[in-house]
């Protein structure tokens, strides 16, 4: 498979769709605050989640690409796809906590709170690029 040419065609796609998964986050911090949990909470509770789930994917990833057999090999293109845009919002979200604040996002109306997220977004652009670099090499010493 080959990982670059799938990432560089999903990091088309991303650099046109950062603002929808932006609006999954800012729905994500909705859904949490129905449930009673405040605005800022909401955020810090998606960051933590976030952080955690960008920097372990790529490894459970990696773990399952070296031990694929033939009959797995056929569903792996679009597992690959599923893990760009898992990992993109992961990432999108977790450096968001470093261009913004949770009060930003839930209390400040200047028009600017949420637009770090797009941003953000396009700098996951890139490392997904460069993760998709290691899997190839991944995959090829798995093969030998």
């Known amino acids: 498979m080959n990982f670059i040419k799938s ?9 046109l769709i950062p603002g929808i ?7 994500i911090q909705m859904f949490l605050s129905a449930l009673g949990i405040e ?16 920097i372990s994917l790529p490894f459970i990833f990696g773990n399952y690409i070296t031990n694929i057999t033939d009959e797995k090999l056929k569903t792996l293109k679009l597992k690959y796809k599923i893990f760009c845009l898992i990992e993109y919002i992961c990432i999108q979200a977790s450096f968001g ?16 709170n949420g637009l770090e997220l797009v941003f953000t977004a396009w700098l996951a652009i890139p490392i997904l690029i460069i993760l998709s670099f290691i899997f190839k090499e991944t995959i090829s010493y798995a093969e030998e």
């Not at 990432?7 to 650099?15: Q, R, W």
């Open 7 to 15: 990432t560089l065609k999903f990091s088309i796609l991303g650099f």
């Open 21 to 27: 998964t932006a609006i999954f986050l800012l729905g």
């Open 39 to 54: 605005c800022t909470t909401s955020w810090k509770i998606i960051w933590t989640v976030t952080i955690i789930s960008g």
């Open 97 to 112: 906590c470093y261009f913004s604040s949770s009060n930003t996002l839930c209390y400040v109306s200047d028009g600017q």
